[in-house]
């Protein structure tokens, strides 16, 4: 099971909004609606935003939103915040009944 | 409280056995699937098996396949990750984290514990 494809870096100016796309196959991503979202600042341990695509977790700000289209999920981030900086991952349910991170993308905030 | 607490990390030779722990405190163990997710020194995450709350079922990444086995012991609310035949490549944080479904897995992770380092090296 090959990870999800993301992008390695992505940037953006405070208040800006950004988006991270999230790449599968037909046995990953585009088979359910079983994406999710984790951020993680360093040294840190990961912390869910978004799950089964576009849900977030009470507590999670409404800035964060998730969508999918076909094989490829995304996340969006609006009204960019100093404190938004940190690794992002997606994870995918499987055809194969496992679960896939995404690679990572590390956010910059300019 | 939620708490998740691995143990049981260390360093082992290439071809050598370990055996990881995870005790859960804060909720009710036996009704919640568990994942073991390693993340190697500067490098993303991967997940790596997941266990369901009973413990009847589980499942593994291909990497890991044949070599790792995941059980728990509802009795002492403790999520185990049995790895043998350790490689270079599974040198590794070992977070031990929960589903978020209870009496039925979610596929989504919503408790992570602040992991076990392991260490391959001869």
């Known amino acids: 099971q090959s990870a999800l494809t993301q992008p390695a870096s992505v940037s953006g100016s405070p208040g800006q909004s950004i988006t991270i796309s999230c790449t599968g196959t037909?046995?990953?991503?585009?088979?359910?609606?079983?994406v999710s979202w984790y951020q993680q600042d360093p040294g840190k341990v990961p912390k869910l935003i978004i799950y089964d695509v576009n849900n977030r977790p009470s507590g999670v700000s409404n800035r964060f939103s998730g969508s999918k289209s076909g094989n490829t999920a995304s996340l969006t981030i609006s009204g960019l915040q100093a404190e938004d900086e940190a690794e992002y991952y997606c994870s995918s349910y499987t055809r194969r009944s496992t679960l896939v991170f995404g690679g990572g993308t590390k956010l910059t905030v300019l | 409280q939620v708490h998740l607490v691995e143990s049981g990390g260390g360093v082992v030779q290439p071809g050598g056995s370990l055996r990881l722990s995870c005790a859960a405190s804060?909720?009710?163990?036996?009704?919640?699937?568990m994942h073991w997710v390693r993340q190697a020194p500067g490098k993303g995450l991967e997940w790596v098996a997941i266990i369901t709350h009973e413990g009847s079922i589980d499942y593994y990444a291909q990497s890991v396949r044949d070599r790792f086995t995941i059980s728990r012991d509802n009795s002492r609310n403790i999520l185990y990750l049995q790895m043998n035949s350790l490689r270079g490549g599974d040198a590794a944080v070992y977070y031990c984290v929960r589903d978020a479904g209870t009496s039925g897995t979610k596929y989504y992770m919503d408790v992570w514990g602040e992991g076990t380092t392991v260490t391959v090296s001869s």
């Open positions: 037909s046995s990953d991503v585009g088979a359910y609606d079983y």
């Open positions: 804060g909720f009710t163990f036996s009704t919640y699937g």
